[in-house]
């Protein structure tokens, strides 16, 4: 009898092991399948999030453009307008010549004269003597004619004290 209930737990032990093992790989297998689906749903989301940003950054820079190409063309409105009226008000001949020159061609003209004068920045100092020592030169600011500096003739030293 001894052996008999003995042989029954063996079997309760085993059958027990074995059921359990194959719990935990079905469960591992339909997580896995799980988390799949819901990691490329995730992935689908943000590439739909992504493109409907795309789509907003250029429908935004569409209308920038749009809306910077009205405020030029109200502006060259509002110029043509005050010149028109300032040629039938006014007499005075500099505000006359000032407002039939459009705007675009002042800049224009400033932008090329301010490149025209510009020099390039330079490395070095320029020498104002021709024949004067250059400032890489090893006698540039060195003053021989000045006697050497003697610390005990200075007012705040006192021989011997600290």
Request: with cysteine; proline share 5%.
């Amino acid at each position: 009898m001894d052996s008999a209930v003995q042989s029954i737990w063996l079997v309760g032990a085993v059958t027990l092991i074995i059921g359990i093992v194959l719990g935990l790989l079905i469960a591992r297998s339909s997580s896995n399948a799980r988390s799949k689906e819901a990691l490329i749903e995730e992935l689908n989301d943000a590439r739909r999030e992504f493109e409907n940003y795309k789509i907003d950054v250029s429908s935004h820079f569409s209308k920038t453009a749009d809306l910077v190409n009205n405020l030029t063309s109200s502006y060259r409105d509002v110029h043509q307008h005050l010149s028109s009226s300032a040629s039938q008000l006014c007499s005075d001949e500099t505000l006359l010549i000032s407002l039939e020159r459009p705007a675009e061609a002042e800049t224009a003209d400033t932008d090329i004269a301010a490149v025209e004068t510009t020099e390039p920045p330079r490395d070095y100092a320029p020498k104002q003597d021709p024949k004067a020592e250059g400032t890489l030169s090893e006698q540039f600011g060195l003053q021989r004619d000045d006697p050497l500096h003697d610390p005990s003739l200075t007012v705040d030293h006192t021989p011997g004290s600290r």
